[in-house]
């Protein structure tokens, strides 16, 4: 719709004022109310006494604290109040306050008079207010709750649940004949191509007029389209009749030689649609829509098909937050999100777990993504007529807001919804749960029978097909996490081949799919759950092969496209769910080069890893030199490399990879990657900070810094301090003596637990137990010595009690991390320690349980 700030009006009203003759007004006006609002959290006293704070929307309360130390995050009551000055606005007939989303329980007032009430933190609302909303200062006033309802979805989730009026408000006005804008908060027209092909399509358009105090008669009802560059590409009208209230209609008509979309071509028309008085032609309300002509389908053998052709459908999921803004994005951050996903090559999206801002899916609209969209009932469900009618609700709002978007062709709901659940020990509740999906199936095909149904399940496939769930949607999703949750990345492919025999009729999408890294962690040997982008990039290395090598394997979509909130995780960084191609700063990570190589159309090759500019490793006597492996991604033939201007030799680039060795220097490294794409020479270049640290002794010079208990590169956030994996001492060289890594769980190493007091989670995650000593063969001189220790097992104090000596003098005579620290707490001890022989020993002393050490910090000093 067109979009008018105050600004336009005032640029108007001056118009009206100085033109000789009074400019004639819009046949509707949608005018954004976003600024100079003021918010107070909590609920307001009857005497108003609070002080309130001024915001802008988009807002959320939730911007901090699900990010912080203490468990949880403000759930609960937040006001919103704002003066609107009725004077400076076109005098319409109606007027309406809509709201693209606020979450989660929003009651409207207007002048003190309560306007409407809605449930739900995802999807439009709108209320008439025309009877409410006087000439000159008008209060809207605006009680929010974020708190959980058990007959609200999302009962739960990996995500949070950000409180706050997060998306644009507006005011809109119109005449008393206008199409329905009550109708679910809809457009109030639907718009469907039943038939589509190059020569013709057949489009048809129905909705409601309503007639709010005009006389009954004949009126006009008039559609212009338009093309992609604004050309009028054709006109259509007739002739109905109003009656006073609600009108419907349902109108047919053709349009021919029609520009076909798709993601390659994302041809895409508007559509004016107008009601005109019927006898002046006088326009009387207009709204436009997007218009496409595609048609598609699934098979459950060939995947989906797209005007004929087949087309792999391979993109990403969404969540939409950001770091100090929580789910309050600008429509500028929505639609760079969205070019972000196109520019890695990616033709599908999915909007998990819930509707997006409507920014969102113009963009998709118009970049050319595949869109399933579902509601936002995630795990759990509510056994209560109120749960099931919000569900349904949400439903109907979902697909009646989103419906014109020519992007979508999947309608979702449910998700993962019987994790944690038994065939057995739950049946009844998962039966309810299955017959609860065939009504929301059934209401999703009364509603848009022209688009797809899924439900995505996660990896349990017994549960979900015993149950006769997988036979309510048209498509199966699955959620699937080999080689992450689940051991073994060839699983993946075992799974979808078990599931393409026994549900030989359905389509598959592969809904989720993914394994968490933190951008400050690297490693040469990469393992399951280890969180490095290593292993994170070779995660995907092995499921775009198998994804491939199936077509029956309709769709993917990684979980997720950027790291997002999370309040429960407790991963290398607490509070965020970080299996994201990018950052949640959206700084791409390497697999969303790997993405860019295999999708992309325009010639790519990108040096991996793509962010470590500052590394380290190790020399032995004999070689002045470290070899260390470097990748190309690309969708390029071959690649070559040259290291300091020397070539390391032309690679053919298989499976849209290759690496070479490279012989890195202490100092700086000048990498530089050539391809010659169809003539053209394309390069990626690094300039690579290397420390080259001996294998025996140091000179004194370096900075030495240890990760212990892992096999992993730290690399602290200004990206200047690197700290090394830990290495074992053989033959007096610099490294730990005995102990063992600390591995608490089945998977990965380390804890699983937020460290308070720091944001170097993974150093204080990780631990060497029991160790003996540390040998660090150094020259004579000062240096200070910084250990760094985290309770990680539960020790009640008193259980591990230990010393730790420097070449025989205390450092610590009796540390108690758990009397000192308590639980999961990072603790650092810093010691000038005077070297006078050519060893640093680092002794660990047992009094009561074992030793531990999480890192360690050896920098010479001048004192």
Partial sequence: MRLFTLNA?????????TAQEPAALLPRYKIAINSNWQFFKGEKPQNDTIKWEWINLPHSWNTEDPFDEEPGYYRGVGWYRKIVHADAFPQKEKTFIYFEAANQH??????????????????????????????????????????????????????????????????????????????????????????????????????????????????????EIRDQSGKKAGVFERFIRLDS?????????????????????????????????????????????????????????????????????????????????????????HLRDMEMIKSMGANFFRTAHYPQDPTVLEACDRLGLIVTMEI?????????????????TMMREMIRQYHNHPSIVIWAYMNEMFLGRNLERDREAIGKIVAFARELEALTREEDPARYT?????????VYHESGITQVPMIV????????????????????????????????????????????????????????????????????????????????????MFDFGSENRRDAVPHVNNKGLCGFNREPKDAFYLYQAWLSEEPVVKLIPAGWRHRAGIRNLSDPLCVQTVWAYGNVAKAELFHNGRSLGEKALEWHAASWKVPFANGEN?????????????????????????????????????????????????????????????????????GRQFMP???????????????????????????????????????????????????????????????????????????????????????????????????????????????????????
């Fill in 106 to 223: 929003a009651q409207v007032f207007v002048n003190g008079e309560r306007v409407g009430e809605h449930k739900g933190g995802y999807t439009a609302f709108c209320f008439d207010i025309t009877g409410q909303f006087k000439e000159g200062d008008n209060l809207l006033e605006v009680r929010l709750d974020n708190s959980h309802d058990p007959a609200v979805p999302p009962l739960k989730g990996d995500f949070n649940f950000y409180g706050g009026i997060y998306r644009d408000v507006f005011i809109v006005l119109t005449d008393a004949i206008h199409f329905d804008m009550l109708d679910h908060a809809s457009p109030g027209v639907y718009i469907t191509t039943p038939y589509v092909d190059s020569a013709e399509a057949k489009i048809r358009l129905r909705g409601t007029i309503l007639n709010e105090g005009e006389p009954a008669g004949m009126a006009g009802l008039a559609v």
């Fill in 245 to 333: 209230g609600p009108n419907a209609f349902d109108w047919d008509f053709s349009f021919p030689n029609p520009e076909l979309w798709s993601p390659a071509t994302p041809n895409l028309y508007s559509m004016a649609i107008q009601v005109k008085d019927g006898e002046s032609g006088q326009v009387l309300d207009e709204i436009v829509q997007p218009l496409a002509f595609r048609w598609h389908n699934f098979d459950p053998e060939k995947g989906f098909f797209l005007n004929g052709q087949p087309l792999k459908l391979v993109g990403v999921n969404r969540h939409q937050d950001l770091p100090g803004k929580a789910n309050a994005l600008s429509n500028a951050e």
């Fill in 670 to 738: 000048q990498l530089e990657l050539r391809s010659n794409a169809d003539g053209a020479i394309i390069l990626d270049a690094q300039t690579v900070d290397f420390e080259l640290l001996p294998e025996q002794g140091f000179t004194g010079e370096n900075s030495i810094r240890l990760n212990l208990g892992a096999s992993l590169y730290f690399l602290d956030e200004d990206g200047q301090q690197l700290w090394l994996p830990e290495k074992q001492s053989e033959e007096n060289s610099w490294g730990f003596v005995g």
């Fill in 454 to 462: 899924m439900i995505p399940n996660h990896g349990d496939f017994n």
């Fill in 477 to 560: 999703g699955w959620n699937l996490y080999y080689g992450w949750y689940e051991e073994g990345l060839e699983g993946f492919g075992e799974f979808m081949d078990r599931a393409h025999r026994e549900l030989s009729d359905k389509p598959l999408i592969l809904t989720e799919y993914g394994a968490g890294a933190d951008p400050r962690l690297r490693s040469l040997n990469p393992v399951r759950f280890d969180f490095s982008v290593d292993w994170e990039s070779a995660f995907h290395h092995s499921h775009l092969e198998q994804i491939m090598e199936r077509p029956f394997i309709a769709g993917t979509a990684v979980w997720n």
């Fill in 745 to 863: 769980r089945d998977r990965g190493v380390g804890a699983d637990q937020d460290i308070l007091g720091t944001n170097k989670d993974p150093l204080y995650q990780t631990q060497r137990i029991g160790l003996r000593r540390m040998l660090f063969p150094l020259p004579a001189g000062t240096y200070r010595v910084t250990l760094y220790f985290a309770e990680l097992e539960r020790k009640k104090p008193g259980e591990r009690v230990f010393g730790i000596a420097a070449n025989g003098q205390f450092l610590l005579p009796a540390l108690d991390i758990a009397r000192s620290h308590g639980h999961f707490r990072a603790a650092e001890y810093s010691f000038s320690v005077r070297l006078d022989d050519s060893m640093l020993s680092l002794e660990f002393l047992p009094q009561k349980g074992e030793p531990v050490i999480n890192a360690i910090h050896i920098q010479k000093t001048d004192y």
């Fill in 9 to 17: 009006i005032f640029v108007f009203l001056l118009a009206q004022a």
């Fill in 376 to 392: 936002p009932l995630d795990h759990e469900i509510t056994d209560s007529p109120e749960f099931y009618s919000n569900c349904k």
